[in-house]
């Protein structure tokens, strides 16, 4: 398992640097660079050109200046974002944090709901019920969130008033728990909500079949229930598939999470991409592209490992 | 028995209660809210042009004097106004001898005395630094100071603009103990700054809040609360928070709120003094725009009264001078670009712009008469304007891209350059400084001449001599339509009906927050 | 290919019928459109539905119905052009990778999983933000951001049929690679590439449209059912209208589009079962 392990993580690292280089090279795209546009800048000072040259290595080719970039983000510096008068680094981290809480969260609302909601369209019998289900969970995989949430946002929490009206806490208090969770509802709900109906459907196809699998209909035949056939034997195989589904989505979820962060003003990494892109704060950018891209592959990379510990098999391939 | 009983009970329950009375009070946080649209991007005084910043600003640092609601000058860190009468001013207008109090401390404990005074006005004309708006402080020839609370400010020439600076827009004092030596733009001061204000900083949330808290030892007398969040919310979040009653004031309203906001129970729309105004701003130096024929279409092409009408409610007026009627030295005779596409038309035609191959767009030379609108994000009324221009212009062959920015952004991009079109309001000082024209000059005007008619201003001490000169300048810049004024900007605050002691004045709508006290 | 499944699920028809409105629709803008969609007219914005204006006007007096309609022409079109153009080169690059092998694999694989780790919206926003944008621009952005995955599937599918008879033959007759995969691989790889197509379609409605709403799409006066929800949500207490037409037409839109996907997907996961 270890060497598995360790294969798949040193794997990882190429991917990442050729993340670097792609996202660098995109970055060139406008004309002269981004760092061009402050050198250009009259107003800015001359102490502010000159970390930029620092960071960007401007005027030099552009393999030294992709070599000075990653050299420096390797060391910790990050850049300086014009935005904030503060170092990058501490402004991305910053933010990573938040991220996390409201991809964990919708996880778990997506994870939950999805498979209670699979189960439950496993269980029935009723045909009626089952395609109205499936109805739905066709309906929650196209509605796009930024609409799903606004509505959500406008209606209870505008004028309802039952949700805050965004953000993270409230403003002044001290960070507690109870109230984390009031601001995280809304948009985890709205963000999971996609994913319960892929997963539902998912679960749903996984059990189905699972149930057709001949030592479940010998258990049937010799008279066992039907829902409870269903939890103890087929659904621990379905199981199964669902974590590398799971895996599979992560990217997405993280890539949703930035619309449902602008809808909601959540302060998360997604929304501070957007906004430094607006505010044109390409040290910034750059830092939140990479640290979202680290957050994938992460991911993909825990998933990996969690299927090599559940699947013996792979290990070996 | 009973008696005693409750005696015994009284006495040992009173000492208890009043206990629990003084501490409650004692733990008892109370605050004010207050909501601005736009995010400061630093704190450090003089960096930043919004207006938006200068407020916030207000709450920390102090300036050498305010202006007063009725318009006169009031003492503030300076212990009182000088003037040729107390001999504070010398007879003929060159030198200003200040005397500060001295019972000034910063937020650090320091004492305030004239090193600040005169560290501010190095930072302010370092030309290392990018200061984009230095009122008249870079005409002071040199500052002495005879003892740590007297500051003498000699001038080259007459001057009559230095109270005016001294009072509002660039006229914050800065630590100089804090400062000297530093790497300004860089300088954690940006984010967590030490003033001599009401207010010390405490906390910013990048994107939510700035939190102050009341400074007790300020020499205008300590807030009445405890502390002052100023929260950023767009128009949307300023209007749920205005609903639920969760801000005492809100800043800067745009138009599109003006209903919503006439419509609270619980508040009050009310006009903040300034003399402000909305305005297209053109770049001379641009291959398109050099052309006065453009410029001149642009203008004819403009429907402002279809805009004050319908995206102001009517609360706006049309503009034609570069200063609004409010202002004295406001020129009501300058030419005049009644909305006509006709007109527009035509001078673009004889400049050379027709409609060859009949798409709907003018070209000259290979060229299309396509220009870039650049515009702030976030506000409602902001869009519409710029949405409803492009229309109208779209009539008139011209084509325009419209490009979105965020407000911190606005200054800089305006200043590299890189910009044809933008649009945006802008203020003029009483006693006028052109920042607009001779500070930032965004617009690259180019008109030496006319330059120098505002140059002079601030040195001439005849009033109608200045205003004659400022509205010389007017209308040289309608006559080759540099700038495209659209329309007047009044200043828009919501105030909640327990709000008492709020007095804006030219000097901010926030710079006697001390002596607000909420119900 | 079991057309007959197809007809049967009264879902999959459902879809299709919808599907087939919203595209006729769209195509027709230009002629059942009541109102020009660009033309502002200030002194009658925002006005709720009425005769005048079915869907009602918007901030700018403009008629939400002739934007709608345009926007889907605008999404519709973007997002058919998007698919197309991602399968094509998709399947192109994942089937040379696949039947070639060697250093061409490992580049376009090492390219491929590059890619799949930059969350899509994320690297769209970032393009559109600094190119000056346009329709064929955005097409491309867009395809850049979703043919990794068409060309992930694609090589799998080439790699598992590389060693059939039928490709033996096709060498032995001495077809060059180009036109084994073009001839004979591909049209084997059809089904499951349909599929994706559809799906991608679906993903392309919601990525232009998430683009549009955060600001990067198209600039004004192009309509675009995401940036009509942008310009919404600054007047929902005045106007709520505005804020549901759009979302409701993605999200029939897209429903429509992975209904189909699905039909197809069951009807050819028939046929397709038996090759493994």
């Known amino acids: 398992m270890t060497s598995y392990a360790l294969r798949r993580t040193l794997g990882a690292i190429p991917r990442v640097l050729l993340v670097s280089l792609l996202l660098f090279l995109l970055l060139q795209l406008p004309a002269g660079g981004p760092a061009d546009v402050f050198a250009a800048d009259p107003n800015a000072s001359p102490d502010a050109i000159r970390r930029i040259e620092e960071l960007w290595g401007l005027n030099r080719p552009v393999h030294e200046q992709y070599l000075t970039w990653l050299g420096n983000m390797l060391r910790g510096d990050w850049g300086f974002s014009f935005g904030e008068r503060r170092p990058a680094r501490v402004v991305v981290l910053e933010r990573l944090g938040n991220t996390l809480w409201l991809t964990g969260g919708a996880l778990l609302v997506g994870l939950v709901a999805g498979v209670a909601l699979g189960v439950a369209t496993a269980a029935t019998r009723r045909r009626s019920v089952k395609a109205a289900l499936q109805l739905l969970s066709v309906l929650g995989m196209s509605v796009p969130t930024f609409w799903s949430g606004t509505l959500v946002l406008l209606y209870f929490g505008v004028r309802l008033g039952l949700i805050p009206s965004g953000g993270m806490g409230t403003i002044g208090q001290a960070f507690s728990l109870p109230d984390l969770l009031h601001h995280l509802a809304a948009p985890a709900i709205v963000l999971g909500s996609v994913y319960v109906a892929q997963w539902s459907r998912f679960v749903h196809a996984g059990l189905e079949e699972a149930m057709r699998e001949d030592y479940v209909r010998t258990a049937r035949a010799k008279g066992r229930h039907r829902g409870a056939l269903l939890m103890r034997h087929a659904f621990p195989n379905a199981a199964i598939p669902l974590a590398t589904v799971l895996g599979l989505e992560l990217p997405r979820l993280v890539a949703g999470a930035m619309v449902t962060e602008v809808v909601f003003a959540w302060p998360g990494l997604g929304r501070l991409l957007t906004e430094s892109l607006l505010g044109r704060d390409y040290p910034v950018v750059m830092a939140a592209l990479m640290l979202l891209v680290l957050l994938v592959i992460t991911a993909n990379l825990l998933t990996d490992l969690a299927y090599g510990l559940l699947d013996p098999r792979v290990r070996y391939g | 028995m009973l008696e005693s009983i409750h005696h015994l009970a009284l006495r040992r329950l009173l000492p208890v209660v009043i206990a629990a009375l003084v501490l409650g009070s004692a733990g008892a946080q109370s605050r004010v809210t207050v909501l601005s649209p736009q995010e400061p991007a630093t704190l450090l005084p003089h960096l930043d042009l919004l207006t938006l910043t200068h407020e916030v600003q207000q709450l920390i640092f102090d300036c050498l004097f305010v202006v007063g609601e009725d318009g006169d000058y009031l003492p503030n860190l300076a212990a009182e106004v000088p003037t040729v009468a107390n001999g504070g001013v010398s007879a003929d207008g060159t030198t200003y001898t200040i005397r500060l109090r001295d019972d000034v401390s910063w937020h650090d404990g320091e004492r305030l005395d004239a090193a600040d005074v005169v560290y501010t006005w190095r930072l302010i004309t370092d030309p290392d630094l990018p200061v984009p708006a230095r009122g008249v402080w870079d005409k002071i020839e040199a500052i002495e100071t005879p003892d740590p609370y007297t500051v003498v400010v000699r001038f080259a020439d007459t001057n009559v603009a230095f109270l005016g600076t001294a009072s509002s827009d660039s006229c914050f004092v800065v630590p100089e103990h804090a400062l000297a030596g530093r790497e300004l733009v860089e300088d954690p001061f940006n984010r967590a700054p030490i003033g001599t204000g009401a207010f010390r900083f405490e906390e910013w949330q990048s994107g939510a809040f700035i939190r102050l808290s009341a400074n007790p030892a300020y020499f205008g007398g300590a807030p009445a609360f405890d502390e002052l969040v100023v929260r950023f919310a767009g128009s949307q979040a300023a209007r749920t928070s205005l609903q639920r009653g969760e801000a005492e004031l809100a800043l800067h309203i745009g138009f599109a709120d003006l209903r919503f906001a006439q419509g609270l129970e619980a508040y009050s729309v009310e006009q903040a003094p300034d003399h402000a105004w909305w305005q297209f701003w053109i770049n001379n130096e641009g291959p398109i725009l050099a052309d006065r024929a453009v410029r001149r279409a642009l203008t004819h092409g403009l429907d402002k009264r279809l805009i004050t009408e319908t995206v102001f409610g009517g609360v706006a007026d049309p503009l034609d001078a570069i200063l609004p009627p409010s202002h004295w030295a406001h020129a009501d005779d300058v030419r005049a670009y009644p909305y006509d596409p006709e007109a527009a038309a035509s001078l673009l035609e004889e400049a050379g712009w027709t409609d060859a191959d009949g798409d709907g767009v003018r070209e000259k030379d290979g060229q299309r008469l396509s220009l870039e609108i650049l515009n702030i994000a976030g506000q409602a009324d902001r869009r519409q304007v710029v949405q409803i221009a492009q229309d109208l212009w779209r009539d008139v062959g011209i084509e325009t891209v419209i490009r979105e920015i965020d407000g911190a952004s606005f200054p800089p991009t305006m200043s590299s350059g890189e910009y044809q079109l933008a649009y945006g309001w802008f203020g003029e000082n009483q006693e006028p400084v052109f920042g607009l024209w001779l500070g930032t000059n965004w617009q690259n005007f180019a008109d030496e001449a006319a330059l120098d008619l505002l140059r002079g201003v601030s040195s001439t001490v005849e009033r109608e001599a200045r205003a004659e000169a400022i509205r010389a300048f007017q209308r040289t810049v309608a006559e080759e339509a540099a700038m495209l004024p659209l329309s007047t900007r009044p200043l828009l605050n919501v105030v909640s009906d327990r709000l008492d002691g709020y007095r804006p004045s030219l000097s901010g709508s926030l710079y006697n927050a001390h002596e607000w006290t909420v119900r | ?276």
């Open chain 3, 1 to 276: 290919m079991r057309l007959r499944t197809l007809t049967r699920d009264p879902l999959a028809v459902a879809g299709i019928l919808v599907l087939a409105v919203l595209i006729v629709a769209s195509l027709a803008a230009p002629w059942i459109a009541p109102y020009d969609p660009a033309r502002t007219s200030p002194r009658t914005m925002l006005q709720p539905p009425s005769a005048e204006h079915l869907l009602g006007t918007d901030d700018l007096g403009r008629d939400v119905l002739s934007r709608l309609l345009h926007a889907g022409r605008v999404s519709l079109g973007l997002a058919l052009a998007v698919a197309a153009s991602s399968v094509a080169i998709g399947a192109l690059a994942g089937g040379a990778a696949g039947l070639i092998g060697g250093r061409l694999d490992r580049t376009v694989s090492a390219v491929v999983d590059t890619l799949l780790a930059i969350p899509p919206l994320a690297l769209a926003m970032v393009a559109s933000a600094f190119v000056a944008l346009d329709l064929g621009r955005l097409t491309l952005i867009l395809a850049l951001v979703s043919w990794p995955g068409v060309a992930r599937l694609t090589r799998a599918q080439v790699l598992s049929l590389r060693e059939r008879e039928f490709v033996e033959a096709a060498r032995a007759a001495g077809a060059g690679w180009l036109r084994l995969l073009l001839r004979h691989l591909l049209p084997n790889a059809l089904a499951p590439l349909a599929v994706a197509g559809t799906l991608l379609v679906a993903t392309a409605i919601l990525v232009e449209s998430a683009l549009s709403y955060l600001g990067f799409g198209l600039p004004p006066p192009t309509a675009s059912w995401g940036g009509m929800l942008n310009e919404a949500q600054l007047w929902f207490q005045e106007a709520p209208w505005l804020a549901v037409f759009p979302g409701l037409a993605i999200t029939l839109a897209v429903a429509s589009v992975n209904v189909v996907g699905d039909a197809l997907r069951s009807a050819v996961s028939g046929r397709g079962g038996q090759e493994g």
